[in-house]
């Protein structure tokens, strides 16, 4: 019977964890929950640096184009006073020679992927032009649609970088 309380006693001890070893284990499971905590702020903060990263990739891409796209466009008056020089003279070797250079000038603007906007006998369409004078519409004519372009205007994809400047029938 002696061994039996031996026995039962020392049970009570191997399942009665000693002071030290609870003390280790909450330690553990502390350190273990905090690995977890720095972990997933490193994850956040990989993450957080990856989406700065292409913004400001994408940002610096983007203004690039916008400061392409305006010196593109101040080169619009030179195209539009070389086409009003071109029209008004009537020396044949003079009028060739500003031809090739309205040439010239136009390849530039098609290796851009600018592109003219022309809507003239279509409807009015204010993403594309601005109205700057009326005239009243003549027999047979519809009222709104664009009866001659005054200033051309460009664009370049989905960018209108000048509008064109129409006259609208009312």
Same mark, same amino acid.
């Given at each position: 019977?002696?061994?039996?309380?031996?026995?039962?006693?020392?049970?009570?001890?191997?399942?009665?964890?000693?002071?030290?070893?609870?003390?280790?284990?909450?330690?553990?499971?502390?350190?273990?929950? *905090?690995?977890?905590?720095?972990?997933?702020?490193?994850?956040?903060?990989?993450?957080?640096?990856?989406?700065?990263?292409?913004?400001?990739?994408?940002? /610096?891409?983007?203004?690039?184009?916008?400061? #392409?796209? *305006?010196?593109?466009? /101040?080169?619009?008056?030179?195209?539009?006073?070389?086409? #009003?020089?071109?029209?008004?003279?009537? *020396?044949? /070797?003079?009028?060739?020679?500003?031809?090739?250079?309205?040439?010239?000038?136009?390849?530039?603007?098609?290796?851009?992927?600018?592109?003219?906007? *022309?809507?003239?006998g279509q409807p009015f369409?204010?993403?594309?032009a601005e109205a700057i004078?009326?005239?009243?519409?003549?027999?047979?004519?519809?009222?709104?649609?664009?009866?001659?372009?005054?200033?051309?205007?460009?664009?370049?994809?989905?960018?209108?970088?000048?509008?064109?400047?129409?006259?609208?029938?009312?």
């Amino acid at each position: 019977m002696e061994n039996e309380e031996k026995k039962e006693q020392v049970e009570k001890e191997e399942v009665k964890p000693k002071k030290g070893v609870k003390k280790l284990q909450e330690e553990l499971d502390k350190a273990l929950l *905090d690995a977890e905590e720095n972990k997933r702020k490193w994850y956040a903060v990989t993450a957080e640096y990856e989406n700065y990263r292409r913004r400001t990739q994408n940002q /610096s891409a983007q203004r690039y184009q916008e400061g #392409r796209n *305006d010196v593109i466009a /101040s080169l619009f008056p030179i195209g539009d006073n070389l086409e #009003r020089a071109l029209a008004s003279i009537t *020396d044949e /070797s003079t009028k060739q020679g500003l031809d090739m250079i309205l040439k010239a000038y136009k390849k530039v603007l098609d290796g851009e992927g600018v592109e003219e906007i *022309d809507p003239t006998g279509q409807p009015f369409n204010a993403d594309f032009a601005e109205a700057i004078m009326a005239m009243p519409a003549e027999n047979g004519e519809e009222s709104g649609i664009v009866k001659q372009v005054y200033v051309k205007g460009y664009k370049k994809g989905d960018k209108v970088l000048r509008y064109a400047q129409v006259i609208v029938t009312q």
